[in-house]
């Protein structure tokens, strides 16, 4: 087995662990491997140890990437999700590539996602992205404008809004992990009541993804602990 099929092992141990732990289904948790600065070969081996889905951050890379992906591999279907800053020129290239777009906080962003996506691949997943942590270095909108975005997004064609993303300040303590969490899967909770059918938190990476899963994430993005320290990032 190789390095990267171990660690995909003990990272699915990890999640189940922590879903058994706070009375969740494993299958309600979705393992997004964080393939960033990564080569092609390294995703085809967790490939090889079963995983699916996929997280790019950069754009040119990640089209690279699966070229390269699905000329080895062409009859494997892979899910790539988007997890990285949105900049208006890269909207067509991600609506066309992308299963799911993580990182959307602007409703310029949404609506050049929805009109350049092609008709024939389906809605785009969405995902807003929320400043849980207040950084000024982060992206995100703030949890004020979150209801009035989240509304103009649903609305939009092409589209299907699914939840909220969030990338909170880093923190050892777990029990303190879990307070954005919260946060998060509260504002879930309130877009719902109000009426939105989102079900999707991406939340947790490797350092808290327990925390996370405790709070209620349905997606957790993982890197390092599957394939190792990056050399940039």
Same mark, same amino acid.
């Given at each position: 087995?190789?390095?990267?099929?171990?660690? &995909?092992?003990?990272? +699915?141990?990890?999640?189940?662990?922590?879903?058994?732990?706070?009375?969740?289904?494993?299958?309600?948790?979705?393992?997004?491997?964080?393939?960033?600065?990564?080569?092609?070969?390294?995703?085809?081996?967790?490939?090889?140890?079963?995983?699916?889905?996929?997280?790019?951050?950069?754009?040119?890379?990640?089209? +690279?990437?699966?070229?390269?992906?699905?000329?080895?591999?062409?009859?494997?279907?892979?899910?790539?999700?988007?997890?990285?800053?949105?900049?208006?020129?890269?909207?067509?290239?991600?609506?066309?590539?992308?299963?799911?777009?993580?990182?959307?906080?602007?409703?310029?962003?949404?609506?050049?996602?929805?009109?350049?996506?092609?008709?024939?691949?389906?809605?785009?997943?969405?995902? &807003?992205?929320?400043?849980?942590?207040?950084?000024?270095?982060?992206?995100?909108?703030?949890?004020?404008?979150?209801?009035?975005?989240?509304?103009?997004?649903?609305?939009?064609?092409?589209?299907?809004?699914?939840? &909220?993303?969030?990338?909170?300040?880093?923190?050892?303590?777990?029990?303190?992990?879990?307070?954005?969490?919260?946060?998060?899967?509260?504002?879930?909770?309130?877009?719902?009541?109000?009426? &939105?059918?989102?079900?999707?938190?991406?939340?947790?990476?490797?350092? +808290?993804?327990?925390?996370?899963?405790?709070?209620?994430?349905?997606?957790?993005?993982?890197?390092?602990?599957?394939?190792?320290?990056?050399?940039?990032?």
């Amino acid at each position: 087995m190789s390095t990267i099929a171990q660690n &995909l092992q003990a990272v +699915d141990h990890t999640i189940v662990a922590a879903a058994k732990a706070c009375g969740r289904a494993r299958d309600d948790i979705l393992l997004l491997a964080v393939s960033k600065t990564f080569p092609p070969e390294a995703v085809l081996e967790a490939m090889a140890g079963g995983q699916r889905a996929f997280g790019e951050n950069y754009l040119q890379e990640a089209l +690279d990437k699966q070229q390269a992906v699905h000329a080895a591999a062409p009859d494997v279907q892979v899910e790539w999700h988007f997890i990285g800053p949105i900049q208006s020129n890269k909207t067509r290239p991600i609506s066309e590539n992308f299963a799911w777009a993580h990182t959307v906080d602007r409703l310029k962003i949404a609506q050049r996602l929805s009109e350049q996506r092609p008709a024939g691949m389906g809605p785009l997943n969405i995902c &807003l992205q929320v400043n849980i942590s207040g950084e000024a270095s982060k992206s995100g909108i703030s949890a004020a404008e979150l209801p009035e975005l989240a509304r103009a997004v649903a609305l939009l064609p092409n589209l299907r809004l699914r939840g &909220l993303m969030a990338i909170p300040e880093p923190e050892a303590d777990p029990a303190r992990q879990r307070a954005p969490f919260a946060r998060l899967r509260e504002m879930l909770e309130q877009l719902r009541d109000a009426g &939105l059918a989102v079900d999707t938190l991406s939340m947790g990476m490797s350092a +808290d993804m327990a925390a996370a899963i405790a709070e209620g994430a349905t997606i957790v993005r993982v890197g390092s602990a599957i394939f190792g320290s990056r050399t940039y990032e």
